[in-house]
């Protein structure tokens, strides 16, 4: 059998135990789309201009919900009715990093109450196993995915060497729950034991940093091309923002549809490259 990454989505969709990694993979396939946009911006206007250009170009929306000024309950039943309008999945980008009694609180309560309404959200490996056992005894219930911080894409991150190996042990103890990584490469056999079962291990990587004009920013972003994302290194999932919206205020939607079409495309070319050559 091939490597999973290898496998189209919808093959790989069909074999996977958690509702939300198969979800995900069917929307990917049906759109023609492995792009994710990551809508960091403060205003609820400038928020659901982006979505609503983006909208039917993106397997994923990438929300930080607690910056948006202006948030209010309104803010998230549009936003579920552009998922179910536009056919995409909701990702809190939430990065949990506390106790499980903690995180499971704060997935489920206060005013955003994600798990409600987020497909998928995420969280640092750093509290150990517990921060799986508390977000899976929230999410499973309601058939919710969870993504691992692997890597990361800023320049200096730590998470590399046996931080990235822990994590991927923590994951490959709990696939009932945890579908993925954030991460730069592939996933599969990290920090295995030889008493391991990594036999169809299949672990969907998102990957942020992603651009096609630009190689860096400012504050330490490091940026590569879908080709190198997903063709090169394996990847599932592009993430990409500024790359499609710019500093995300007065948003031109015609310019930001424009964008959003380039990186579904180039994304996709290089997916469709990379089944390909098996």
Known sequence: MSSPHLQTYNERAQKHANKAARALLGVMEEKQSNLSVSVDVTKSKDFFDIIEAVGPHVCLIKTHIDILEDFDPTV????????E????????????AD?????????SKGIY??????????????PGPSIITGLASVGIPKDRGLILLAEMSSKGALTTGSYTEDAVRMARARRDF??????????????????????GEDFLVLAPGVGLD?????????????????????????????GIYGKGENVDTREVLKQAQRYQAAGWEAYKKRVQRT
């Open 76 to 83: 998230i039943d549009r936003l579920r009715e552009l998922s």
């Open 178 to 199: 945890v579908i993925g990584f954030i991460a730069q490469h592939r996933m599969e056999g990290i920090g295995a034991s030889d008493t391991d079962n990594i036999a």
């Open 85 to 96: 309008k536009h056919k995409f999945l909701i990702f809190e980008d939430r990065k949990f």
């Open 113 to 126: 109450k994600i798990a409600d309404w987020a497909h998928i959200t995420n969280a640092h490996a750093v």
């Open 214 to 242: 630009a190689t860096g920013d400012a504050m330490g972003q490091q940026y590569r091309t879908p080709e190198q994302v997903v063709f090169e290194s394996g990847c599932d999932v592009i993430i990409v923002g500024r």
């Open 99 to 107: 106790i499980g009694s903690t995180v499971a609180l704060q997935y």
